[in-house]
């Protein structure tokens, strides 16, 4: 059963850098996609950053690129999010999230099977 532990979540101020982690376990993750989303109060999950985790290709939203980064690291089976120039706008739950790799990597959220319980970026103007 795969399972998705986000950690890394915090208060900091605008302009601020945060590092978030997933730890993975469960599977063998060498053909899945893993992907950050997010959710803001009152707001829709929206798509944040997604990495094939066999090759390392990447994918980010538009609000987000430049400043985050997705990686992983196979030996730890963690996936991280390093997000730089923080924003009051970044401010909601972040979540991790799984898929078994299709063609190319999807940035919706039904299309991912596994999720994390999610953890609070606040950032503060």
């Known amino acids: 059963q795969v399972q998705l532990v986000e950690s890394g979540g915090g208060l900091v101020q605008a302009g601020g850098s945060l590092r978030l982690s997933c730890a993975a376990s469960?599977?063998?993750?060498?053909?899945?996609?893993m992907a950050w989303f997010r959710q803001a109060p009152g707001k829709e999950r929206e798509f944040v950053a997604a990495?094939?985790?066999?090759?390392?290709?990447?994918v980010y939203a538009d609000s987000v690129k430049g400043r985050f980064t997705i990686s992983r690291d196979g030996a730890k089976n963690t996936v991280y999010l390093q997000m730089n120039s923080l924003k009051p706008e970044d401010t909601a739950v972040y979540y991790c999230?799984?898929?078994?790799?299709?063609?190319?990597?999807?940035?919706?959220?039904?299309?991912?099977?596994?999720w994390g319980q999610g953890t609070q970026v606040t950032v503060s103007s």
């Open positions: 990495i094939r985790w066999s090759a390392g290709s990447t």
């Open positions: 469960g599977r063998t993750f060498s053909s899945y996609d």
């Open positions: 999230a799984a898929k078994v790799r299709g063609i190319v990597i999807v940035t919706t959220s039904g299309s991912y099977d596994y």
